[in-house]
DNA sequence: CTGAAAGCGCTTACAG
DNA sequence: CTGAAAGCGCTTACAG
């Protein structure tokens, strides 16, 4: 038995209507009677229901973070994860509750779960396909993407500065000297790797350096696993090439690639410096440590959620969001 | 303008029970009927509100997932993340959409929240607090709590069988010829780290080799931070020790440790094996990987979740979970 | 096989 | 300052 508005106002001796006055606050109440229904609130723990709140509002105060991953870790991945923290946290000072789920199929299956429940706003992260956005646009909710795959007209999109991350890493690693640098750059059909990638080439050919694509490695994942069979399949290559450096487009690469280096007896960084990009938090905790060009997640959460709440509340003059700014993390990897 | 029952009635020809009928499936509707109901739901892109589905039926098919967390990270976190991931996933196929939300000052905000959002269940992880369990019962709400901090009468808990765990890692360390062993042990407030750390003692003192209390660090949080910290602060009494082994009740905390000894130039294994507790990933990707003990925390999860489904829909003769078979993983930080 | 009515727990004008 | 009524979008007996 769910106590309800109705109990309280028969207890009260109030009419509901009343009641529902001194919750929300809205409208006037004698003191006296404001007195004697919040002291039964008290008493009797009584919490509104919010279902039936969003009922009549049409406002859930819910919204949904969908995660695009073909694979796990979903939550637990080491850079969105670092995202949705950020999401849970400004979501609590808003009063938002977050769905958190996942499709990794890409089927439209959660989106659609989404609409059902009515949530009044959407998060996507990762991998950002047309058929989602055109699925969701359709429904008319309100949503914004976090480091998709790539950038769609009018879609708002928080991302970090890519190009200018992978510019860094070229410009400090030809600081400090080097010339013959590897590259492991991850899936190129995601807009991420695809500007770092590029940042960094744009520089190295600037300064009259330019890298070969024969001394660039595509990885098919963005994975620690990846990294690793990718050094290890292609040692020789490396060896023989007399790189002093090696540059991933993302940690978990950079940080597979110098295990197997490691397993080899390289020294890093005397031998061979390594930088990766992200910044996640392993990149601190491995030995030795990685330098790497960090990106501000919690900021990404916090400015996705609080442009998504403009968005739902229907602001006007929304501005787009600014890209964020990169930095670069120097450790151990290459000092 | 949301579209409703009632305009799909509308255009059907038909009443709105007819149509809920057809969506249902339950009761009688002619075919003629159903198929042009089905044919207009497709062709509107209708989907039914979930919100006024649980106004009605009292069941929101929400859960509400609570992470009791001090400090970041909550959803990233490399252990509570993946039994986040495993809940995520089962939940899918159970047909429940997941809040996640957490709680840092132990306050009862969020729990709070959920009872609000009206959840028809909820799974506690980490810190189980009296208060909030208390809180939860009095509004009869169905919950179960994953690797807290203490057992509670008649509270389901899903746990790992870390005493036996414990003993594992004893058991191996001293098949490896191991009777020197350095111990740092986490926060023994928490279940696991307690018991994890009775198993390795019991298992000592039984083959005639106890543990001096000298030999055991306290940890005040199972951090790689606190590894690291507890290592270099009591260097000189490990190398006086003449130590040849290390335990440490988490892989965190042994990730530290070991940190900081690869800094000194320490050979791990030959000079000093390491073991760990709970399998995160980042043991298997550490450079040297990290023996450890593997959490079956994908099982924890599915059964957290699976359990609290029964418990919803009122299932008799519900058991109490069993608690999870740990198993040791051999790496090269002790071979 | 189908429709009218009541009701889930609230809020929101509208009278008084 | 307070209460009665309508309504949010569904489902569920109950008639017919």
Redesign the interface.
Known sequence: M?LTIKEIALRAGVSKSTVSRVISGKGYTSLEVRDRVLQLIEEL?Y??????R??VS?R?H?IGVLIYRQH???????FY??I??AI?MTA?SLNY??????DHDMSL??A???????VDGLILISRLQQNVIDYIT??GVPYVMVNGSTDVDGVMHIVNQDEEGGRMVAEYLTDLGHRQIFVIAGPQTHRSHNLRLKGFKNYMAGIGVPIPSSSILQASTST?GEGYELMRSHWEQFRAGGFTSLFATNDMIA??A??FM??QSVRIPEQVAVVGFDDI??AA???PSLTTVRVNTEEMGTQALSLLDKLIRQEVNIENPKQLVPRLIVRQSTQ
Do not use: W, Y
């Open positions: 769910e723990q919490r509104p229901n919010a279902v039936a969003a009922m049409q859930t819910n796990h870790p979903i939550a637990s991945h080491p994860g670092k949705l923290d849970l609590a509750s977050v769905f958190v789920t996942t299956r959660s659609d779960f989404m609409m059902e429940k009515r359709n429904f620690f940080l597979g110098m295990k490691l397993e938090d392993f905790m491995f030995s």
